[in-house]
């Protein structure tokens, strides 16, 4: 794979004349006869002009006059002159208005299934995602909706994306008792490795102090040492979070499906990722994709503890756009919230820890993370391997090392989640071993200034090296991680080429990427994350219209401005599945 050019962004050109041709780096399609398997059916169902129309084939941007859609399908992307041969009078003729038209938006990592959580619950985000900067916000929130009808589905008051590092401290169960002392309270923190209940909620899901730490994760408590304080690190956490926040009765499972999906498409997505499947989680997949529930395609990723389901159910191709996708391992924690496994200490060490603490593993056996590559392997799994801290990413590489010795490198088939911390010496690693980058960039706004206090600033310059990654000639994917935050993509592709904290401090300049690049990191090499660029992920000829409609052009405009791009519509198999009012 040979690295992007860092030229400037090329505007939108004709293809007409074959000098600007070469100017626009424009490739000349074929005719429409070439374009379509049968002359006497090529009559479009849509043709699209007026764009500009972005194909995100190439090394460097391509744009054409016009495209052609047709049972689901592009049949022809060029000139404008060209697709009049193929109106015909039911041709539906759609003038994009100088707004631009690019593929579909494929996330590389994100969790689908949980975004109906996030767009029913409280929001307890800070700006500009929301608008809690204070604990006394957040029991306000959390009493907002106490009062809301949606309560009911889960039996819980609930709200989500709370950030210790903006709030100085992780809420306990004492501010939640404030909300309610009778009805359980959970406040779910932005990384999703956390959680807090109120004593009611403690009591609820059976946590005393008398309830002992699992491994790979923590219980915290107050000061006797005993008692729980309501904060609930990662497999502490995780497994009830995921329990409680979703519904047991089936309508109330496919509302939250449907204010997620909603959420997704409004942000351009035409392919999502729920990255961690636990317990009944795929066969409620399962079951709303055969109802017709899903209207852009999924691909669900199972966790090591049910790999039963993937032995059933793995399939490389969608049924009512759903598939089970691969095999998902979690290796430790949350970099903001310092439960990352590192090999250096933290500078400054969470609450109860003592100097020197560097972390931890999730699956502290490396043997056992290498049993379940092998396993995956042998049966020909993709698999996600969550690892933030450059520890975990050290065990990934030493438990896949033996696996690719046995069975040879599959180029792309093992993919590194998040790897915040990855180390410069790693990335060769990642190239020799086949592995499949899908980072996480977006933590340059969110933590960057954070990570300047607890881990340094050097070494926080040097989180998510996007083009470090690119220079050893990797493809990579930059993702959301929803709903960690809003699965906002042009949010990732804002942070992806800007690399700017929350105090406007450039995070790591070196490793600033062009706006094409990270496009390319939403659309083409999302599909080629997921064995799919043979049909998707770029607008050309022969692969499916999945399509979105942006206000404006992320490769002319200001790069400061991309975030302020609006998603119009999005089209899915060339059908409109969202569209902004």
Known sequence: ??????????????????????????????????????AGSDRADVIYVDGPILTMEGDAPAYVEALAVKA?????????????????????????????????????HAHVLQFGTQAVGANLLAPPDGDVNTIDDLVARLKEFAANPDVARTGWIYGTGYDDSLLGRHPTREDLDKVSLDVPVVAGHISGHFSVMNTAGLRKVGITADTPDPEGGRIRREADGKTPNGVLEE???????????????????????????????????????????????????????????????????????????LEKYYSTTYSNHYRLGGLKITLDGSPQGRTAWRTRPYLIPPDGQQAGYKGYPAIPDTRQVEGYLDKAYANNWPVKLHANGDAAIDQMLEALRPVVKKYGVRKGETILVHGQFLRQDQIPQLVELGVFPSMFPMHTFYWGDWYDQIIGPELAWQISPMHSLLDAGLHVTSHTDAPVARPNLMQVVWATVNRVSRSGKVMGESERVTPYEAMKMITLWGAEEFGEADHKGSIKPGKVADLVVLSDNPLTVDPMTINRIQVLETIKDGKTVYLRQ
């Open 72 to 108: 689901g399908k592009i049949t022809f992307a060029g000139s404008r002159a060209d697709v009049e041969q193929l109106k015909g009078a039911a041709t539906k003729w759609v003038d994009l208005g100088g707004k631009t038209l690019v593929p579909g938006f494929i996330d590389g």
């Open 1 to 38: 794979m040979n690295r992007l050019k860092l030229a400037r962004p090329i505007p939108y050109v004709s293809c007409v004349i074959a000098t600007l041709l070469l100017a626009a780096g424009c490739t000349k399609s074929p005719t429409p006869a070439a374009s379509t398997a049968d």
């Open 235 to 309: 497999l502490a956490s995780i497994p009830y979070v995921i329990a409680i926040l979703n519904p047991s009765r089936p309508e109330d499972r496919d509302y939250f499906l449907s204010r997620g999906l909603e959420l997704a498409k409004s942000f351009g997505y035409t392919t999502a990722t729920e990255g961690r499947l636990m317990g009944a989680a795929n066969d409620n997949a399962m079951d709303a994709a055969r109802r017709g529930l899903l209207d852009i395609d999924v691909i669900g990723w199972q966790d090591y503890t049910g790999m039963d389901q």
